[in-house]
T-cell receptor, first 112, second 116 residues
Framework: DAKTTQPTSMDCAEGRAANLPCNHS???????VYWYRQIHSQGPQYIIH???NNETNEMASLIITEDRKSSTLILPHATLRDTAVYYC?????????????FGIGTKLQVIP | DTGVSQDPRHKITKRGQNVTFRCDPI?????LYWYRQTLGQGPEFLTY????????KSRLLSDRFSAERPKGSFSTLEIQRTEQGDSAMYLC??????????????FGPGTRLTVL
């Protein structure tokens, strides 16, 4: 699986959009971009994933650049409950087998 | 609650003792994963089951570690002769084989192990 690079930490004002960047310059054509988050003392939680098109769900939006070398996770209206570590992961789908390699992630602090 | 459950949530043991953790996945999920997470790091993959078959083990899983999923439902992770370096959060996750959310892994709350 390709490696990812994320900022170690970020702050975001409550109610504003949180934009979390991820670089994955060595991503290959069949690798998906996944985002998980981990709130303190809980297990990670899936947020969203995509291959090359932008994706949106009830939690967030994922913007993937045209060359697929980077992506941005957008939380449109951050709340205090969004304070967490956010992990960007790239991996191939092995017919459903999903060995996930987490990095250190970005610690997002939402500030009142 | 129909999510992934893990038991116990916390375990304190003395070095050299054996410990066993249990994971109950979401009932219809046939894929089950174990991860280990140390402070300040992301989770590290340990092993993967599809039904009762253990299909992959990380080199992190030393001979002192063994995982089972005897009936393809719950799983246990045993650590023998614990060492202080085994202190970590042990996370279990499950995922379905197919369906709309087969891309997701659903994580349990973890078991925090402290080896004194």
């Amino acid at each position: 699986d390709a490696k990812t690079t994320q900022p170690t930490s970020m702050d975001c004002a409550e109610g504003r959009a949180a934009n979390l960047p991820c670089n994955h310059s060595t991503i290959s054509g069949n690798e998906y971009v996944y985002w998980y988050r981990q709130i303190h003392s809980q297990g990670p939680q899936y947020i969203i994933h995509g291959l090359k098109n932008n994706e949106t769900n009830e939690m967030a939006s994922l913007i993937i650049t045209e060359d697929r070398k980077s992506s941005t996770l957008i939380l449109p209206h951050a709340t205090l409950r969004d304070t967490a570590v956010y992990y960007c992961i790239v991996r191939v789908e092995y017919g459903g087998y999903q060995k996930v390699t987490f990095g250190i992630g970005t610690k997002l602090q939402v500030i009142p | 609650d129909t999510g992934v459950s893990q038991d116990p949530r916390h375990k304190i043991t003395k070095r050299g003792q054996n410990v066993t953790f249990r994971c109950d996945p979401i009932s219809e999920h046939n894929r089950l994963y174990w991860y280990r997470q140390t402070l300040g790091q992301g989770p590290e993959f340990l092993t993967y089951f599809q039904n009762e078959a253990q299909l992959e083990k990380s080199r992190l899983l030393s001979d002192r570690f063994s995982a089972e999923r005897p009936k393809g439902s719950f799983s246990t992770l045993e650590i023998q002769r614990t060492e202080q370096g085994d202190s970590a959060m042990y996370l279990c996750a499950s995922s379905p084989a197919s369906g709309g959310n087969y891309n997701e892994q659903f994580f349990g709350p973890g078991t925090r192990l402290t080896v004194l």
